[in-house]
């Protein structure tokens, strides 16, 4: 990879097998203007498929990240909001990302923040209810993923 090699290089990328497991290793040598110094680490990067998490969001610190949710408790006529997070998507940006969002089935979108879903608990509600969130990469047919959770309204 000479183009991404040279004293002012400090980044390299390169485009990973797309199938999980997949492992690439990659060197890096390094060594003073008259190479008497040399030093070579090694990485070795395994391809995981896609994952997404989603968080419980708090407008004043964004998403809390101390746990991703798999229920959650909450009182009826609260609003809150989730933000779902992609792990091991190839992206360029965030617009190559498509986030779904569904309640019991329905499907539920905010197109300003394709990511948080903000939620307005009824007053009368009660019981429990599915969500689920479906992420594709637009720009990658193979990459796509889902998380659900449970809300549970006392």
């Known amino acids: 990879q000479t183009a991404q090699s040279g004293s002012v290089k400090r980044t390299f990328s390169f485009y990973a097998s797309v199938g999980n497991g997949a492992v690439h290793e990659?060197?890096?040598?390094v060594s003073?203007?008259?190479?008497?110094?040399t030093s070579v680490k090694t990485v070795v990067l395994k391809v995981r498929d896609p994952e997404i998490s989603v968080y419980q969001e708090y407008t004043a610190g964004g998403p809390d990240m101390s746990r991703a949710i798999k229920s959650f408790k909450a009182f009826a006529g609260e609003e809150k909001e989730f933000r779902a997070?992609?792990?091991?998507?190839?992206?360029?940006?965030?617009?190559?990302?498509?986030?779904?969002?569904?309640?019991?089935?329905g499907n539920?979108?905010?197109d300003d923040r394709p990511n948080i879903l903000r939620l307005k608990i009824p007053d009368d509600a009660a019981g429990s209810f599915n969500v689920e969130?479906?992420?594709?990469?637009?720009?990658?047919?193979?990459?796509?993923?889902?998380a659900r959770f449970i809300i549970n309204i006392f």
């Open 26 to 29: 990659v060197r890096l040598k």
């Open 32 to 37: 003073n203007a008259d190479k008497t110094i």
């Open 85 to 105: 997070l992609p792990y091991f998507f190839s992206k360029n940006n965030e617009s190559d990302l498509k986030y779904s969002w569904a309640i019991e089935g």
């Open 108 to 110: 539920v979108s905010d």
């Open 133 to 146: 969130v479906l992420v594709n990469n637009l720009k990658s047919i193979v990459q796509h993923t889902g």
